[in-house]
Nanobody
């Protein structure tokens, strides 16, 4: 099994910054993609940013130029640096990783979510 622990959410004013972290632990053999999703009230969960094991990144159009995803493979940790935050970025942010463990084949794992609230 893989456990994901997220941190870094909170309340910030528009134009401010936050940095989310997500550390994966457990009987991990390898991690491929690491992603951040978000879900605002009344909306579907959406992909915000993703990064492959080789460091290739992709972003939702709404966050390009403002958010940066990165990862530390030695620590099994993924980060999301969020700058120039807007009220519409308010959501619960979820970490997602695709991993193989020593006891199970490749599958997706999800964190518990961290609230990000941007006030206007």
């Amino acid at each position: 099994q893989v456990q994901l622990v997220e941190s870094g959410g909170g309340l910030v004013q528009a134009g401010g910054s936050l940095r989310l972290s997500c550390e994966a632990s457990g009987s991990i053999f390898s991690i491929s993609a690491m992603n951040w999703y978000r879900q605002a009230p009344g909306k579907q969960r959406e992909l915000v940013a993703g990064i492959t094991s080789g460091g290739i990144t992709n972003y939702a159009d709404s966050v390009k130029g403002r958010f940066t995803i990165s990862r530390d493979n030695a620590r099994n940790t993924v980060y999301l640096q969020m700058n120039s935050l807007k009220p519409e970025d308010t959501a619960v942010y979820y970490c997602n990783v695709n991993a193989v463990t020593f006891t199970s084949s490749r599958r997706d794992y999800w964190g518990q979510g961290t609230q990000v609230t941007v006030s206007s």
